[in-house]
């Protein structure tokens, strides 16, 4: 007790350790009350697009990462980087400033509800959305140059008493969606998983227990295409393709076909009261690129995926019942209708490009060892000049 009484009496007369404790402690304070200033004022200064402003605050050591979280009530929030704020503002300027300073493109923008519905963004998502609105590559291939991280996701999800949703795309497929082909390539190049899936589950419409499903690839997306510049599809389908994408790959989706309520069931709305009746029905589809070619009608997209390998064994199903799949592996319809791909178009410019029959127009999109067989077998025939034209067609069908 005497040596506890003691050393209390000296540091109370002294006044040394509180007041050395208390300096420390309030330099501390302060330290950190100057940098969330300054990081509070960058994200302003780039809000005001001020670039000037914004270089005088990152020298002074405010943090180009800087992550600005706001908690609200039930699990709300919103959530945003400088780089985020630059780019929802459409300052391209701004945006290249802060990359080569070193913003992430991981760096994510969201929000969220107190019921649970939210949604968040990545810069590179934000940078995908401006520059496949003009196909133009220059922001993305900044921000590429600062980092490869080309696979971040994107995850949107909708909680309410009627459904309850998740949505997850990739960067590949808002390029491949917008037929940005320099995007695409730009993508590809740094690392883009062709054949990561866009996926989207939802309780809806058939019924309040059950889970809608639907999974496409970049591949599909552009496959799917009924509009659009013929030329732009077959390019962003081929450099899938000579990136590994997957020619057969199975996409599966819900289609909506409309029905009749019964009369007891007419004003009821609510898909958890006792007696409803959806508006629709949904009937489970799936597909591979070469069905989504067949449907569109686009005959020479038809012929380079036959090309590239397509199966025309793989039926069309419609109807029937999903089976969910596990993660990496695809899903599977029981007892739907089964349709061969042919049957799929009476169109007689598909039906020839899905017979392969020679197109030398398409040579350029053919994959390379093909080329090569080709050329091989155009030179030989040049030199000994002893096969009609007709002829070497047939033999390029063959091939």
């Not at 963004?121 to 401006?130: E, G, K, S, Y």
């Not at 958890?272 to 686009?298: D, F, K, N, Q, W």
Request: a negative charge; aromatic letters at 8%; charged letters at 25%.
């Amino acid at each position: 007790h005497f040596f506890v009484l003691y050393f209390i009496s000296f540091i109370f007369f002294s006044g040394r350790f509180p007041t050395t404790l208390l300096t420390q402690t309030m330099s501390n304070s302060n330290s950190k009350c100057d940098f969330r200033d300054l990081n509070e004022q960058l994200l302003s200064a780039v809000k005001d697009g001020n670039i000037e402003l914004a270089t005088s605050l990152l020298d002074q050591g405010a943090d180009v990462n800087f992550r600005k979280h706001i908690e609200g009530v039930w699990g709300a929030f919103t959530l945003e980087h400088p780089i985020n704020a630059a780019l929802s503002k459409e300052n391209v300027a701004m945006a290249k400033f802060l990359l080569m300073r070193g913003a992430k493109i991981s760096a994510e923008q969201g929000e969220a509800d107190w019921r649970g519905c939210s949604s968040t963004t990545t810069a590179l998502q934000q940078i995908l959305r401006m520059s496949s609105a003009k196909d133009d590559d220059s922001l993305l291939q900044v921000a590429l140059s600062q980092s490869k991280e080309v696979n971040l996701p994107d995850v949107w999800e909708c909680h309410s008493r009627r459904t309850d949703e998740r949505i997850v795309t990739y960067p590949i497929h808002q390029a491949a969606r917008s037929l940005a082909v320099r995007c695409l390539a730009a993508l590809l190049s740094a690392g883009a998983d062709p054949n990561s899936r866009e996926t989207s589950r939802e309780r809806g419409y058939n019924q309040h227990s059950a889970h809608q499903h639907s999974a496409y690839s970049a591949l599909h997306m552009v496959c799917n295409r009924k509009e659009g510049d013929e030329v732009a599809v077959i390019t962003a389908a081929v450099l899938l393709l000579s990136r590994g994408a997957d020619v057969n790959s199975r996409a599966h989706h819900y289609e909506l076909e409309k029905v009749e309520k019964s009369p007891e069931a007419a004003e009821i709305d609510d898909p958890l009261e006792e007696g409803y009746e959806a508006e629709v029905r949904c009937i489970p589809v799936m597909e591979t690129p070469l069905h989504l070619a067949m449907r569109s009608e686009r005959a020479r997209l038809v012929y380079v995926l036959r090309c590239w390998g397509a199966r025309t064994d793989i039926p069309f199903i419609r109807g029937g019942r999903l089976l969910l799949y596990a993660e990496g592996e695809e899903a599977l319809i029981q007892e739907g209708k089964k349709t061969s791909v042919l049957d799929l178009t009476s169109n007689p410019d598909v039906v020839r490009a899905f017979l392969l029959q020679f197109n030398p127009q398409l040579f350029a999109y053919m994959p390379v060892s093909t080329r090569h067989v080709i050329r091989a077998v155009l030179l030989a025939v040049s030199k000994a000049e002893c096969l009609p034209k007709e002829l070497l067609f047939c033999v390029f069908e063959f091939l």
